[in-house]
């Protein structure tokens, strides 16, 4: 599934299902099935209230099987801290899948954007790079390394690897929607609204997302009008396909200075599990609301705050 494709998924879901027929007891069988459906909501073939409580369900069941196996922690960590937002048991269940398997690089991967999730970057960076050494030769690892640089905002050394990303797979699209931020913070506008051209647009959260980055770009570069109207297409499609985006509109709004009414998208985003409001926060455009004292009391009343280290250290 390195390519993860909707059409390897779908595959490798059948896969494991007939492996199922064919033993119940097959505890491998359960883990392929759990790692699709904890992947599948960012491709559009279920929803993430589908898809994760099937991922935690045959997790669960793998590790009845065989509770040795340090993929299923992995796996199950993912619907703790992207669904669930239980932080704490994520962090217990990575810490025990690399002590199980010091040399699977998934699970240095993902623990690495949970790291960067609660702003701990310098030791996502950390786990990003054991992971691409570990397995140099996936372009979703190197693609992991590359984000936590550009959160840490350094633009140059993430650039570089989202080019070679590029040069051996031109339609990934997490490189081209991250490299057009990159331009973006430069103020290279041309150049930031040409990364967003890969019509790759497979879900709605797709969709939206490049909306939201070429938005902040008009913003950037003058065209508030322009910048408004798409923040206004966005609202109408979470209202009307009930989509928990509001980090969108949030940054989008920040982007050209209504601080106030980014703030208040953002107060949305805890309790409706908004997971771009953690890989987001650390946007340049959204610096004067993390900086606002309302947004540290809404990640107080949220009962995130012990896990975020936002107000120790900003990038």
Aim: hydrophobic share 40%.
């Amino acid at each position: 599934m390195e390519k993860r494709t909707k059409e390897d998924i779908k595959e490798a879901i059948e896969f494991f299902k007939n492996a199922k027929d064919i033993d119940s007891e097959f505890a491998l069988a359960d883990l392929g099935l759990a790692e699709c459906y904890v992947i599948i909501p960012y491709y559009g073939i279920l929803p993430e209230d589908e898809a994760y409580p099937l991922a935690k369900k045959f997790a669960l069941l793998s590790l009845e099987k065989d509770p040795y196996l340090a993929e299923v922690y992995a796996t199950l960590e993912i619907v703790y801290d992207v669904y669930e937002f239980n932080w704490r048991e994520a962090k217990k269940l990575f810490e025990k899948a690399i002590y199980i398997k010091p040399s699977y690089a998934t699970a240095h991967q993902w623990f690495s954007i949970y790291l960067r999730r609660i702003g701990r970057l310098d030791d996502s960076l950390k786990y990003s790079k054991i992971a691409l050494e570990l397995d140099p030769f996936s372009l979703v690892i190197r693609s992991t390394v590359a984000d936590t640089y550009y959160d840490r905002r350094e633009y140059e050394k993430a650039k570089e690897m989202y080019d070679y990303i590029l040069n051996l797979d031109e339609n990934f699209i997490g490189a081209h929607i991250y490299l057009s931020g990159i331009y973006l913070n430069k103020g290279d506008c041309e150049k930031a609204l040409f990364e967003l051209k890969l019509e790759k647009d497979i879900t709605t959260q797709w969709v939206l997302l490049k909306k939201m980055f070429k938005a902040r770009i008009y913003a950037h570069c003058g065209k508030i009008d322009e910048a408004k109207e798409i923040a206004k297409e966005i609202e109408r499609e979470i209202e009307k396909e009930k989509e928990t985006y509001f980090m969108f509109p949030a940054l989008i709004y920040s982007a050209f200075g209504e601080v106030e009414v980014a703030l208040n998208w953002t107060e949305k985003a805890p309790l409706a599990r908004d997971g771009y409001l953690f890989l987001f926060m650390w946007e340049k455009d959204f610096d004067k609301v993390r900086k606002r004292k309302e947004f540290k009391e809404l990640i107080y009343k949220s009962s995130l705050s012990e896990d975020l280290l936002y107000f120790k250290k900003t990038p």
